[in-house]
């Protein structure tokens, strides 16, 4: 029996986290002790049909902004975090988002705190943000960086700056342009967590094995079938979480690898990097 306190704001965090029922959501936690993660995987393993959203990730509001080189081969994503939606549109934080996005493209910095000590005016983006902070009275960080290269590199950003996509290309081009602009709304509008199933982590795949056993034993079925269930299952997973698996949102007759070699036969994605608020 867990002897810790779950409470009715734990439970929230868990539904908004998942979708899932209030009373599973209180079950959950208490079976897995107050971690949210494990809390996840028991929701999963019992069936439980949940929301898109990123377990993993809270609620936070902010501006993305995505930007790629002249030379259209480097490309960067940065999401500045506030807490409310009303900054997340105000006009002065969007140019500032903007502005330290450029920086980064410009500048090539390794890594966050390298962004945060880059020239800024007088002063560094660190201390421009903190300025911020005291002019708008909110939190504000840098939340997220990433940068990508490849023969081909697009941007798109989504919805207000609430996501923002670059996605890599193995070849450039009008017509492969034009692929990588629908690829970068497959990705914002789908979030495949990996490009393909050989990206996908031993872990993971060994993680949702297992939750395809529970599953399917859960529904009453033989011990001796589980792994073949479970293998099923799996590929269901690759399907719905690997970009190239995907069915494509503008033909779900076809993935979107078929979709790219109808472009060009060899065409394919490098990477990717996304991120988006909620």
């Known amino acids: 029996m867990s002897t810790v306190k779950i409470t009715a704001q734990d439970v929230k965090k868990l539904r908004d986290m998942t979708g899932a029922g209030m009373m599973d959501c209180k079950q959950a936690l208490t079976e897995a002790e107050g971690d949210f993660d494990a809390?996840?995987?028991?929701?999963?393993?019992k069936g439980q049909k949940l929301s898109a959203k990123r377990a993993e990730r809270e609620a936070k509001e902010g501006v993305v902004v995505a930007l790629v080189d002249d030379a259209k081969s480097r490309g960067v994503v940065i999401r500045l975090s506030c807490e409310t939606d009303f900054v997340a549109k105000n006009?002065?934080?969007?140019?500032?988002?903007?502005?330290?996005?450029?920086?980064?493209?410009?500048?090539?910095?390794g890594g966050k705190e390298e962004i945060?000590?880059?020239?800024?005016?007088?002063?560094?983006?660190?201390?421009?943000?903190?300025?911020?902070?005291?002019?708008?009275?909110?939190?504000?960080?840098?939340?997220?960086?990433?940068?990508?290269?490849?023969?081909?590199?697009?941007?798109?950003?989504?919805?207000g700056n609430r996501a923002g996509v670059v996605v890599?290309?193995?070849?450039?081009?009008?017509?492969?342009?034009e692929a990588g602009k629908m690829v970068?709304?497959?990705?914002?509008?789908?979030?495949?967590?990996?490009?393909?199933?050989?990206?996908?982590?031993?872990?993971?795949?060994?993680k949702e094995i297992e939750i395809g056993k529970e599953q399917a034993r859960a529904e009453g079925k033989p011990e001796a079938i589980l792994e073949k269930i479970a293998l099923g299952k799996l590929n269901k997973f690759y399907q719905e979480s690997t970009l190239l698996n995907q069915a494509f949102i503008s033909d779900q007759k076809i993935s979107v690898k078929q979709y790219l070699q109808s472009v060009d036969k060899e065409l394919t994605v490098t990477g990717f990097c996304h991120t988006e608020n909620g």
């Open 116 to 159: 945060l000590a880059l020239n800024y005016g007088s002063i560094t983006v660190g201390e421009a943000i903190v300025e911020q902070v005291g002019k708008i009275g909110e939190k504000i960080e840098l939340a997220e960086y990433m940068r990508l290269e490849a023969p081909l590199v697009v941007s798109y950003i989504h919805f």
């Open 168 to 177: 890599g290309l193995n070849k450039t081009g009008e017509k492969i342009e």
């Open 39 to 45: 809390a996840v995987d028991i929701l999963r393993k």
């Open 184 to 206: 970068a709304m497959q990705i914002a509008a789908m979030r495949p967590i990996a490009v393909d199933k050989d990206d996908i982590s031993a872990e993971v795949i060994e």
């Open 91 to 109: 006009e002065d934080f969007v140019k500032f988002t903007e502005k330290v996005t450029q920086l980064a493209l410009d500048k090539k910095p």
